[in-house]
């Protein structure tokens, strides 16, 4: 237990695991958050539900104690993570950072959690025929949206404060607890300071990392070791099968190999301390060490015999 969570979570992080002798020099770390992350997020604890297969939000099943604490567990988490320099790889929508900081949300930010919904609720406004053709009454997922909303009918007239109400039950109403203990975890690890340096754009890319991976980039700012230059063979075979061989989903794997994150920092894979060390045996597979982003090639030269061990 913290004595001072608000001073303690703000303190430089540093992992071990129980009867693991590995040293945190940010391979650990990125483990811990990656083991952690997997668990809040395991789909069987119905903590979270996935939108658009691609964002987390908050699942609207009522809250009880150990959910509540979940919540505030993944705030935490999250303020960690930015505030110790940690990708994560889970992607909340803009509108959560926009909640953070405090900022009003409309319909406008559904559009990336649900387009689906978004598109019918933009439809619903621009009807140009009777409204009440439709059927809509005050209600949404069998709840209310208002007293009495199940036996009131949406009009022509009263269609726009049927859309806001949707929304404000989707990005609000519908997960206010669960968002306020996320919130109050965020505040105690990251602090007003973080949600006051960064517009929430920059907040997601803090927390997920950038999509656009730009191996070019990669390559100009990686090291060699052990005997390794950038005009050795197999590097040089190694790039080559990286920018013409690779698909998209293979390149994102290798950075997982490497790095432990699919994604790249916010200031692009550039920014990311790259080395490629040599293992002398030309028989060996690639292997890696995250803790120091280096991935070690055997000293094969020949491209095919690469490209079968490093997939």
């Not at 391979?27 to 789909?43: A, N």
């Not at 996935?50 to 567990?73: A, D, G, V």
């Not at 809509?136 to 949406?154: C, H, Q, R």
């Not at 009009?155 to 859309?163: A, D, G, I, P, Q």
């Amino acid at each position: 237990l913290l004595k001072n969570p608000d001073l303690d979570l703000k303190k430089p992080l540093k992992v071990v695991f129980k009867d693991e002798p590995g040293v945190d020099e940010g391979g650990v770390q990125r483990e811990f958050f990656q083991l952690i992350v997997s668990e809040l997020l395991d789909p069987t604890r119905e903590i979270f539900t996935t939108l658009n297969n691609e964002f987390y939000w908050f699942n609207r099943k009522p809250i009880e104690p150990t959910t509540r604490q979940c919540f505030l567990l993944t705030g935490i988490i999250v303020g960690l993570a930015i505030y110790n320099g940690n990708l994560l790889n889970v992607r909340f929508p803009i509108v959560l950072y926009k909640k953070l900081r405090e900022m009003t949300v409309t319909i406008e930010d559904l559009r990336e959690l649900d387009e689906s919904l978004y598109n019918s609720l933009k439809s619903i406004e621009s009807y140009e025929g009777n409204v009440e053709d439709m059927g809509l009454y005050f209600e949404y997922d069998e709840t209310p949206l208002m007293k009495n909303g199940s036996e009131i009918a949406v009009t022509n007239e009263n269609r726009h404060e049927y859309v806001k109400s949707v929304v404000d039950f989707i990005l609000n109403k519908s997960i206010s607890e669960h968002f306020e203990a996320f919130k109050f975890g965020f505040h105690q690890s990251a602090g007003n300071i973080v949600l006051e340096l960064f517009r929430p754009e920059e907040l997601s890319l803090l927390v997920a990392g950038r999509e656009e991976l730009d191996f070019v980039a990669l390559q100009k700012v990686a090291r060699y070791e052990g005997g390794f230059t950038k005009d050795s063979p197999p590097v040089r075979a190694f790039w080559h099968i990286v920018h013409t061989r690779l698909t998209d989903t293979q390149k994102k794997k290798l950075l997982i190999f490497v790095t432990s994150s699919p994604r790249a920092p916010i200031n692009g894979l550039g920014a990311i301390p790259f080395v490629i060390a040599k293992d002398g045996n030309p028989d060996h597979i690639p292997t890696s060490h995250t803790c120091f982003f280096m991935l070690v090639l055997p000293d094969d030269p020949n491209e095919e015999s690469l490209y079968r061990k490093l997939i």
